[in-house]
């Protein structure tokens, strides 16, 4: 049992620090910018709040964080209220946050700094797989610092991996979101395409995720997708949060990247029709 401290108590951040409490029995305070949120997780897991990020950090062994974007992340980790203000000598840094590569390594040198230790880790399987305690989280940092993070980072994981230093996590995490991108747009056409054809889109489903067409995104979104529901989910807005720093990562490493272009593009279109929260798979929408 550690002594862990969790920032940022969204659609993900909440469930992720109720399986560090109840499947990883640790001893875990919250902080979370819209208190009744954190007064509400401590109430229903049994577990303390604080008023801030340094409050909630002071003398745990391990923090959390999952909040929106690069400015989020540095506001509570480097603020004038930050984590990093109250966290000692050997304690660890983990960031859920889907960010930047460039953020990561800013953060882990000034952590290193104060003699803590930075792991970027975001993670991928959604609402749901927050809520299961089964994400996939993609780590970068140093091994001997993954190596101690990483019984904690169990508790809300399926499946765990160091994916090089500091920044490999994000950088993987864009690559998710890069094959995630395309993919959802072809859905999007083939589905449409059946509904025009008069087809039965559940039959067709039903035979063509058994075959070379199956996915992830096809098994989980279909049935939502044809009968045009997207309140729920992945937030548009926060796709093309991560579309853009894809974007600019391969503005810097030279990567080409049209389809990931075309598919931003198209999420613009989706929050101009009022569906910035809207699931992913609205992309649909469109057609
Ligand atoms: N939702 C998904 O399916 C999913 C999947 C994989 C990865 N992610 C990533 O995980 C992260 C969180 O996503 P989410 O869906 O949980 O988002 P969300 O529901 O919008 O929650 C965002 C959280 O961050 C907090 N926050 C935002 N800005 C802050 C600031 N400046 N200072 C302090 N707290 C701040 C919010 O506090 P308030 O309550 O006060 O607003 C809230 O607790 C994002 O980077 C997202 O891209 C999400």
């Not at 840094?93 to 230790?117: P, Q």
């Not at 279909?222 to 600019?248: H, P, Q, S, Y």
């Not at 990931?260 to 009022?274: E, P």
Request: include cysteine; proline fraction near 2%.
């Amino acid at each position: 049992m550690a002594k862990v401290a969790f920032l940022g108590l969204g659609v993900m951040g909440y469930p992720m620090a109720g399986h560090l409490k109840v499947k990883g029995g640790h001893d875990v305070t919250v902080y979370n910018r819209t208190a009744s949120k954190a007064q509400k997780w401590a109430s229903e897991f049994s577990g303390a709040f604080a008023a801030t990020p340094a409050e909630a950090a002071k003398g745990v062994e391990f923090v959390f964080a999952c909040v929106g974007n690069d400015d989020d992340l540095r506001q509570i980790a480097t603020g004038s209220e930050g984590a990093f203000a109250s966290m000692g000598s050997g304690s660890i840094f983990i960031d859920n946050t889907t960010a930047s590569a460039e953020v990561a390594r800013e953060l882990a040198e000034i952590a290193s700094e104060k003699g803590i230790g930075f792991i970027d880790a975001p993670v991928s399987g959604g609402q749901a797989g927050a809520e299961n305690g089964l994400l996939t989280v993609m780590c970068g940092g140093e091994e001997a610092v993954y190596e101690k993070a990483r019984p904690v980072i169990d508790a809300y994981a399926r499946m765990v991996g160091l994916m090089g230093p500091v920044g490999a996590g994000q950088l993987t995490k864009m690559i998710n979101q890069i094959c995630i991108a395309g993919l959802v747009q072809g859905l999007s056409e083939g589905i449409a395409f059946g509904k025009r054809a008069g087809l039965d889109i559940e039959k067709v489903v039903e035979v063509i995720s058994k075959g070379a067409a199956g996915s992830w995104q096809m098994e989980n979104r279909w049935k939502t997708m044809n009968d045009g529901k997207f309140d729920f989910g992945f937030a548009v807005d926060w796709m093309r949060k991560d579309l853009g720093i894809c974007l600019e990562e391969a503005d810097r490493n030279g990567a080409q990247l049209p389809v990931t272009a075309l598919i931003d593009q198209f999420y613009k279109d989706v929050q101009g029709k009022g569906g910035q929260r809207w699931d992913t798979s609205s992309l649909i929408s469109r057609l």
